[in-house]
């Protein structure tokens, strides 16, 4: 199939998904926050908790079983994985801010992920993520599409997991240091302990690591430069 083409068919499916999402944070937000969501946050039932952790692991596996259907080159496959999480982060942000009005603002703070814990961050950061994992992913399609090598050599691949590295590291501070204040690291993935659960709920955001933030997207940014040039 023609890049256009399947440019077209995952973007819809991508949007679809970033629908999907949002519809289900809209029931949760209902059930959870009825007069809107807001940190601190509120109790939340273990079994739902659960829930919640293996329907994240459920939509990486839809987006890996897409860029496999797309493709049966690791590299156009990869491009295909990121490309589609990208459309369906960014979308899933524009669907709740039509259905809720929310986010008010880019720099409005979100709960971004629970695996292996928990990532916040102001919606800013994850949609400037997105349009970076846009870019990587145009870069080898592009190339792919003209016949050239796309594989990423070993070097690119260290700047690349270096920078999702950092960024990790950065989503996942602020509640970290919350977290490590009250319990240590063995206690805090004791989901089922009530203490850690009342903890965990009373984390307030406080500030965003800007310049690891910034770090991370500088080496991700140099990795995809570096490695357009060596294919070029």
Do not use: C
Not at 44 to 60: C, D, K, S, Y
Not at 75 to 89: E, N, R
Not at 142 to 150: I, L, N, Q, S, V
Request: aromatic share 16%; proline share 5%.
């Amino acid at each position: 199939m023609k890049l256009h083409r399947l440019l077209i068919t995952i973007t819809t499916f991508a949007i679809a998904m970033g629908f999907l999402e949002s519809a289900v944070v809209v029931y949760m937000r209902e059930i959870l926050y009825p007069g809107g969501f807001e940190f601190p946050l509120s109790p939340f039932p273990v079994n739902l908790a659960v829930t919640e952790l293996f329907r994240e692991v459920a939509t990486v596996v839809m987006l890996v079983t897409i860029s496999i259907l797309a493709t049966r080159r690791f590299s156009t496959g990869f491009a295909w994985f990121i490309y589609s999480f990208a459309i369906w982060d960014i979308f899933y942000y524009v669907f709740l801010w039509l259905l809720l009005g929310w986010p008010q603002s880019l720099m409005t703070w979100d709960l971004l992920f629970l695996i292996p814990t928990t990532w916040t961050g102001p919606v800013l950061s994850p949609v400037l993520v997105s349009m970076t994992m846009i870019l990587l992913a145009m870069v080898i399609l592009f190339r792919a599409e003209r016949g050239k090598e796309t594989r990423i050599p070993g070097k690119i691949w260290a700047g690349l997991i270096l920078g999702s590295l950092i960024l990790i590291f950065g989503f996942v501070l602020d509640y970290s240091q919350h977290m490590l204040t009250h319990f240590s690291l063995f206690e805090m993935v004791q989901v089922k302990n009530p203490e850690v659960l009342e903890v965990a709920t009373s984390y307030v955001p406080q500030q965003f690591p800007w310049l690891i933030f910034a770090l991370g997207e500088g080496v991700l940014l140099a990795s995809i430069v570096w490695y357009f040039r060596l294919t070029k």
